[in-house]
Nanobody, 115 residues
Framework: VQLQASGGGLVQAGGSLRLSCAASGSRFVISHMGWYRQAPGKQRELVAIITRSGNTNYADSVKDRFTVSRDNAKNAVYLQMNSLKVDDTAVYYC??????????WGPGTLVTVSS
């Protein structure tokens, strides 16, 4: 499975960005899709995840600011990020879980929020 993300960039605090990620090459159903991030010097952490049926889970730090969505027909997942903070600066990775097989990761896209 190959994942390709886009939409990262530089934005001022309080601004918005939308990340997109498309999966290709999967022989199996993609169950969960989501976004993780890794800031400099920190471990990778969950940002948001969405099941095939649309159930979502968010990190407390992004609730009410970020919205995850997906298009099952396109094997795509999106992350709408509003009210961005400097602390949101990180490399964002999309992920896909197939059943069977396992978890796949995209190469990451950099989001930089300036003060």
């Amino acid at each position: 499975v190959q994942l390709q993300a886009s939409g990262g960039g530089l934005v001022q605090a309080g601004g918005s960005l939308r990340l997109s990620c498309a999966a290709s090459g999967s022989r199996f159903v993609i169950s969960h899709m989501g976004w993780y991030r890794q800031a400099p010097g920190k471990q990778r952490e969950l940002v948001a995840i969405i099941t095939r049926s649309g159930n979502t889970n968010y990190a407390d730090s992004v609730k009410d600011r970020f919205t995850v969505s997906r298009d099952n027909a396109k094997n795509a997942v999106y992350l709408q990020m509003n009210s961005l903070k400097v602390d949101d600066t990180a490399v964002y990775y999309c992920s896909a879980l197939t059943v069977p097989a396992g978890t796949y990761w995209g190469p990451g896209t950099l989001v930089t929020v300036s003060s």
